[in-house]
């Protein structure tokens, strides 16, 4: 891949991402004050200071940003919208305010209800998780953004971890979880299990380090809308738990159904 092939907007995209992690790495070195919202969840200076930077690059391409920290559009006006970014300017607060570095910066860019492109940058590690099945799925650094020759291409996970690997939420667990394992354990009798925060989760599926991530719990469309553009770029889908369709973006409700995440290994495992 290189660079002048991107579409500018993808690039624009990577641009505002690796802007908002830094900002956001300046306010978790230097201090913030925790505030709540009204569904208890906490918000902090960054989440609000990321999201306006994010929002400061995305709107000169034009196209319609839904976004956590930010007013939602009425679906009457939205459901005309063809296409629209997706953005959690700081998911994982929880992890934020933790202090345990498991936080990351989301955006995807959805067309017709579809994640076509998505990104996952982890301020604490410094580099981005990017892709779709229009581009590939690459790792870059932060400093490496501009020399495409240096971006790590990623290739689709052929085999399963043995013991399998789940990764799963440090903070909602639920009893779901144990009927999917249930299911697995026929052809797989061996699994462990990897605890991590925010969409830092699909750098291990993509990866290839784990092989599934089921989720119970309540999330929102701009939480897990990067990783299924980046999940499926590389073979993988991530389909409602109930009736194994894939998840669409951009609905009246911007809550996410309970899912499956699985690997293209996984779902090609015999």
């Not at 013991?163 to 667990?173: A, E, G, V, Y």
């Not at 599934?212 to 590389?234: K, S, V």
């Not at 894939?246 to 159904?257: A, F, G, I, Q, R």
Request: with cysteine.
């Amino acid at each position: 891949m290189k660079l002048t092939e991107l579409k500018p907007e993808y690039l624009t995209a990577l641009q505002a991402a690796v802007e908002a992690s830094e900002k956001i790495m300046e306010i978790y070195l230097n201090g913030f004050e925790t505030e709540y919202k009204l569904d208890g969840s906490p918000v902090t200076q960054a989440d609000f200071a990321a999201s306006t930077i994010i929002d400061s690059y995305l709107e000169k391409t034009g196209i319609p940003i839904t976004s956590e920290e930010t007013i939602k559009i009425d679906y009457a006006i939205r459901k005309e919208w063809k296409e629209s970014w997706c953005v959690d300017p700081l998911d994982g607060t929880k992890e934020f305010v933790k202090r345990n570095g498991e936080f990351a910066v989301n955006i995807a860019l959805i067309s017709n209800g579809v994640p076509v492109f998505g990104l996952i940058a982890s301020p604490v590690n410094r580099n981005i998780l990017v892709g779709g099945k229009e581009i590939g799925v690459f790792i870059i650094a932060f400093n490496d953004l501009s020399n495409s020759e240096l971006w790590i291409k990623l290739e689709t996970p052929k085999k399963v971890n043995i013991p399998l690997i789940i990764t799963c939420s440090r903070s909602h667990n639920s009893g779901p979880i144990l009927d999917f394992l249930k299911e697995l354990q026929p052809k797989h009798p061996e699994i462990n299990f990897i605890k991590k925060g925010s969409a830092l989760k699909f750098f291990d599926l993509a990866e290839g380090k784990a092989d599934a991530y089921p989720r119970f719990a309540p999330t929102m469309e701009w939480d897990i809308a990067a990783g299924q553009a980046i999940l499926e770029a590389l073979g993988g889908s991530i389909v409602h738990a109930t009736t194994n369709q894939s998840l669409v973006y951009n609905k009246s409700d911007l809550t996410n159904p309970s899912f499956l995440a699985k690997s293209n290994a996984l779902l090609s495992a015999r």
